[in-house]
């Protein structure tokens, strides 16, 4: 289990007694519960947050322990990272930033949650880097990732070239490979690893579907990186907002998700049932302890869309775990459910 650190420099105002864990080899502090901040930016979870609201959430989730705030460029066009910087402007040494870069969105009508077009060249690192910067109002970066990068991203010596020069330059302490979209790619996290600037890799990971996570996990903590870990909730399957009966929006971001899919979660659900009432705990809080409980985890990134949700979130960082032995049965059961289709390269 990873160590448990303590920021001396932060005081939560609430009762939330949070967790932080060193990012792998990098030194950097990150909390157990860290804000994706892509909600704050796209009504892409079924809620458009206004402006205001998304300051109110930023600085709530700091007045609960959470240091890190992890964002993307392409998020509203940079919305996301203008949020960021407004609601901690003049705090910068109290948080963790860490935002991605790689789609060109300039010119380019953001509809839906369909791909864009990816850059990576040095040109276009440089740009994006200056223009994230000054969106955060800052002039450094804790974490710089790729965001989406293919396998041939991830062989691009040229790539890592520039982030190593950016690196050197004190602009970003360390680096991220943000894998996705959807999940799997499973060789792209495995060769980011192998670049001595990536500090984390970030994977779609929960309880009802460890693979790529649990190999991925366990060379995070041969390598030294940490894993950050998105979609925590199985799209709403492990938080009860989505259920037989929901219909998802196609604009939503849980669209690809279907009927037979949901299905088979909810059953899944029902397996795992038991090992949370035997602790006390309801199915998301299980879910949630799972992952911390994992060697190589460095911090989670549940999908938030108001404050209460920050808080529920920020309670389950209570320093209670998973045992091995319900850890073994959680693996026993994942090993009897059937493949999903991962999401590769197409080389």
Known sequence: MPGRLKNINHKPDSEVDMRYH????????VSELGFGAWSIALDWWGKKIEEDEALRMLRRAYDVGINFFE????????????????????????????????????????????????RFDEDFTKRALRDSLERLQTDHLDMYGLHNPKLGHIRDDSIFETL????????????????GPAIGWTDEGLEAMERPCVGAVQTVYNIL???????????????????????????????????ADTKIDQKDHRSVRKGEWIKASLQKVEEI??????????????????IMTKQGFAS????????????????????????????????????????????????
């Open 71 to 118: 964002t993307g460029d392409m998020y509203g066009k940079g919305k996301s990272e203008r949020l960021i910087g407004r609601a901690f402007a003049g705090m910068r040494d109290e948080v963790v930033i860490s935002t991605k870069y790689g789609y060109d969105f300039a010119g380019v009508e953001q509809i839906g949650h369909s791909e864009l077009p990816q």
């Open 209 to 243: 579907e460890q693979t790529p996570g649990n190999e991925l996990l366990r060379r995070a903590a041969d390598r030294g990186v940490g894993i950050l870990v998105r979609v925590p909730e199985a799209s709403g399957i492990l938080t009860g907002k989505v259920n």
């Open 164 to 179: 190593d020069g950016f690196l050197r330059a004190g602009t970003i302490r360390t680096c991220q490979v943000a894998l």
């Open 300 to 347: 989670v990134l549940p999908t938030v869309t108001d404050e209460d949700e920050i808080v529920q979130y920020a309670e389950m960082c209570d320093g209670r775990y998973i045992s091995a032995s319900d850890m073994e049965e959680i693996d026993g059961l994942y090993s009897t459910w059937p493949s999903y289709e991962l999401k590769a390269t197409l080389e």
């Open 273 to 290: 049932r038991p090992i949370a009432e035997r602790n006390g705990l309801t199915i998301r809080e299980l879910a949630m302890k799972f």
């Open 22 to 29: 060193k990012l792998g080899k990098t030194g950097i502090e």
